[in-house]
């Protein structure tokens, strides 16, 4: 993340990675205060045993752009409504309109939970142990709307209008 003020909406994308038992990082790499750093970290980053680059940012968010541009690795982008943000579209659409070539897969506004999901789903595409525990999670995640759904059918609601 680009910032130690974007870990009150990064820590989602952590949670969700050790809910789910995926070793990951959590560091700050800024694109405009510490470039060479980010060089470093993006450069080094497949050597290292990283296998997705989630990088969250606000504002004028460079970070996944400028990670994807150096890095062979997939970056998935979270576009943050951080204190410099006009109203949050600056921040996705500086993740979403990368140019033809260097690909960010960018998530909704404020969207690390997703970003870790989709992290997830990477490492789960050649790891048949994180794959089944992502199944694991969407079979609680449609129990919960069974729930939800149910809970407002016993009272009658369902047929209403
Ligand atoms: C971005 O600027 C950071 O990713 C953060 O979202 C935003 C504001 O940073 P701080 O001024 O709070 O450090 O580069």
Redesign the pocket.
């Known amino acids: 993340?680009?910032?130690?003020?974007?870990l009150r909406i990064m820590k989602e994308a952590a949670e969700f990675l050790e809910e789910i038992g995926i070793a990951f990082e959590l560091t700050i790499v800024?694109?405009?205060r510490t470039p060479h750093r980010m060089v470093e970290y993006a450069s080094s980053a497949r050597a290292k045993g990283l296998k997705v680059i989630i990088a969250?940012?606000?504002?004028?968010?460079h970070?996944p752009g400028m990670i994807a541009s150096l890095t062979s690795l997939p970056v998935i982008g979270v576009p943050?409504k951080?204190?410099?943000s006009m109203d949050g579209w600056d921040s996705v659409l500086s993740i979403l309109q990368m140019p033809s070539g260097v690909p960010v897969a960018a998530v909704a506004l404020n969207g690390a939970k997703n970003a870790g999901i989709l992290a997830a789903q990477i490492v789960g595409s050649s790891d048949k142990k994180v794959a089944k525990k992502i199944d694991a999670f969407k079979v609680v995640m449609q129990k919960k709307v069974e729930e939800s759904y149910r809970n407002i059918e016993k009272k009658g609601w369902k047929n209403s209008l």
């Open positions: 993340m680009g910032s130690q003020s974007d800024s694109a405009h969250g940012a606000g504002g004028a968010a970070l943050i951080s204190s410099n």
